[in-house]
């Protein structure tokens, strides 16, 4: 199994930053992209942002501009820096990975998911 333990979120005024951070531990296993996704209350869980393996970005319209993906490979962890942050980016955020195991590769591919942590952004 791939494990994501994610860390970074917490309580930041209008206009404010953080930074999330999620790593990804289960040696047998390569990932191809990470992602992040969010949850608000009431709402279904959406995609905020993904990168591949080979860097390539993609970004929901909302948060472009302002959110920013990378990661590092060698660590196995995806960051999200999170600027100029909004009352309505207030989510639980959760970190997504998809991995296969190396033996099987990459047409044995599975979505994992971390716990989520809480991002709340005050007005």
């Known amino acids: 199994q791939v494990q994501l333990v994610e860390s970074g979120g917490g309580l930041v005024q209008n206009g404010g930053s953080l930074r999330l951070s999620c790593a990804a531990s289960g040696s047998a296993f390569s990932i191809n992209t990470m992602g992040w996704y969010r949850q608000a209350p009431g709402n279904e869980r959406e995609s905020v942002a993904a990168?591949?393996?080979?860097?390539?970005?993609d970004y929901v319209d909302s948060v472009k501009g302002r959110f920013t993906i990378s990661r590092d490979n060698a660590k196995n962890t995806v960051y999200l820096e999170m600027n100029s942050l909004k009352p309505e980016d207030t989510a639980v955020y959760y970190c997504?990975?998809?991995?296969?195991?190396?033996?099987?590769?990459?047409?044995?591919?599975?979505?994992?998911w971390g716990q989520g942590t809480q991002v709340t952004v005050s007005s």
């Open positions: 990168i591949t393996s080979g860097g390539s970005t």
């Open positions: 997504n990975a998809i991995a296969y195991r190396r033996l099987q590769g990459p047409n044995y591919s599975y979505s994992y």
